[in-house]
């Protein structure tokens, strides 16, 4: 899963800076996104995230309903 972190992210085997996108295994992305250290990048549902890609269709979606 590709996620952009939000925050850097180090462990004894990498490091992930923050505003970087990376590509990981879906349950650390998962954890990562839940927890407000990662925004998702693509479809995915997890309760309570929304990724940017939603928000900028919601976005569109209002701004040519209202004319």
């Known amino acids: 899963m ?4 939000k925050t850097t992210s180090a ?8 505003g970087k996108e ?3 295994e879906d349950g650390e992305a998962r ?3 839940r927890y ?3 925004l ?4 995915l549902h997890i ?9 900028n269709a919601r976005s569109a979606t209002r701004r040519t ?3």
């Open 11 to 18: 462990d004894p085997v990498s490091v992930r800076l923050a």
């Open 65 to 67: 309903s209202k004319s």
């Open 47 to 55: 309760k309570g995230v929304e990724s940017r890609e939603s928000k």
């Open 31 to 33: 954890m990562l996104i």
């Open 40 to 43: 998702p990048l693509g479809s």
């Open 2 to 5: 590709r996620v952009r972190m």
């Open 36 to 38: 407000g250290y990662a």
């Open 22 to 24: 990376y590509e990981m």
